[in-house]
Each structure stands twice: as structure tokens, then as C-alpha cells.
């Protein structure tokens, strides 16, 4: 079986009748030159050929919100009293003046406000940065930011009420034992996974036995 010939073996034998022994730099530099050639061609044919793989870059999660069972119970909450007071004007409306309505919704919202400023505070989201445990609340102006390094010690603490009602609340506790405390209702995953990363970066953690929201 007659053998075919590469491109480069057949340029290396149209190359050999030209080699001169008495001036053999000048056949190796066009020998030389040609395997560059051939090296450089392959090296494309090569890069050509190799599928890039991009694998999905997983980056781990840094904030976490509270259950979304415990805000749509918190939404309802705040829904109910305007669902009232909208009701009781619509069927005293016409024994009302417009002063009087008026002052009536004028009661209503001011109340309505109050009791939203007071239910706002447990809903408190938390996000991990590289430098500080923020804080965020729509009360807030301002998040709230811990540094890691003047954190000693966080805690999740379990609270009852004299009606018996449970609550959670996160205690972070800085280097000279100031206390701040913050509503907790995460759900259970969420919890876990705040815990595995809060774990990595303060040495003194207590779970306080939370299950999660409702748990």
C-alpha cells in the first residue's frame, strides 16, 4: 500500500536534493523554518479542535430574608385595619358630614401608620459581606453594619411573652459586651445556611436551638 505523504515529509523531500555539504547552515535554517512552520500550524489546528468547557461559576449566598410565610402573615396584618375602617365608613357614610369622615380617615391613618412602624420592626433581613454582618429593616435609614472583628459572640435567642407567644431574636454582642438585638424569623434553610456562614467567621455562635419560622 503506497504511503501518503504528510505536507510537512513532503516538503522535507523537495528540501534534502538542496543540501550542499559544503554550505550546510543554509539547508538546516530552511529545515528549521519549516518545522516552526509545521508546529505553528498544529498548534491552531489544536486550539481549534479543543472544546472550551466554562463551568458555572457558584457564588454563595450573602443575604437572607425572612420567611415568606411570616411577611405574607405580616401584609395581612397591616391589610386588616384599613379593610375595616374602609367598611365602617362605607356604611356610615351617609350619616357622616365630610367633616367628620374626614377626621375619621385622618384617625385612621395616623393609627394606621403607628401600628405599621411598630410591626415593621421584626421584619430584619441580613446580608454578610467581606467586612461587616449589615442589618436591613425598612425602619432603617441607615442599614445597620457590625465589623466582624468587633464581633465576640452571636446568639439566637428565644423570648416568650406573658400571653406565651414565642419569639426568636438575634443578639450580637461586640468586644466590650454591648448587646444589639434584631427580630429573627428565618425559615429553617435559610437559618442553616446563615448559621454555616456566620460559623466561618465568628468564633462564638449559639443556634439557641431554632428550627425556623413556625419550626
Request: aromatic share 12%; charged share 15%; proline share 3%.
Amino acid at each position: 500500500m503506497k504511503k501518503h505523504l504528510t505536507t510537512l515529509e513532503e516538503k522535507a523531500h523537495e528540501l534534502w536534493p538542496t543540501f550542499d555539504h559544503q554550505n550546510p547552515e543554509a539547508f538546516w535554517q530552511k529545515y528549521e523554518a519549516l518545522l516552526d512552520q509545521h508546529k505553528t500550524q498544529e498548534a491552531k489546528i489544536s486550539s481549534t479542535n479543543q472544546a472550551t468547557v466554562i463551568l458555572p461559576q457558584i457564588y454563595p449566598k450573602t443575604i437572607f430574608h425572612p420567611d415568606a410565610l411570616y411577611l405574607l402573615g405580616k401584609l395581612l396584618t397591616l391589610s386588616f385595619p384599613l379593610l375595616f375602617v374602609w367598611g365602617g365608613i362605607h356604611q356610615a357614610a351617609d350619616s357622616l358630614t365630610i367633616g367628620q369622615m374626614t377626621s375619621v380617615l385622618l384617625m385612621s391613618a395616623i393609627g394606621w401608620v403607628i401600628f405599621t412602624f411598630f410591626s415593621a420592626t421584626s421584619i430584619c433581613s441580613f446580608e454578610l459581606t467581606e467586612h461587616h454582618l449589615v442589618i436591613r429593616n425598612a425602619l432603617f435609614i441607615v442599614n445597620k453594619k457590625v465589623l466582624w472583628r468587633r464581633i465576640q459572640s452571636i446568639q439566637v435567642q428565644k423570648n416568650n411573652d406573658p400571653e406565651g407567644k414565642t419569639s426568636y431574636e438575634l443578639v450580637i454582642t461586640d468586644l466590650i459586651g454591648f448587646k444589639q438585638r434584631f427580630a429573627y424569623t428565618l425559615s429553617a434553610k435559610n437559618h442553616q445556611q446563615l448559621y454555616q456562614a456566620l460559623s466561618k467567621r465568628v468564633t462564638q455562635i449559639d443556634a439557641g436551638g431554632y428550627q425556623g419560622y413556625l419550626g
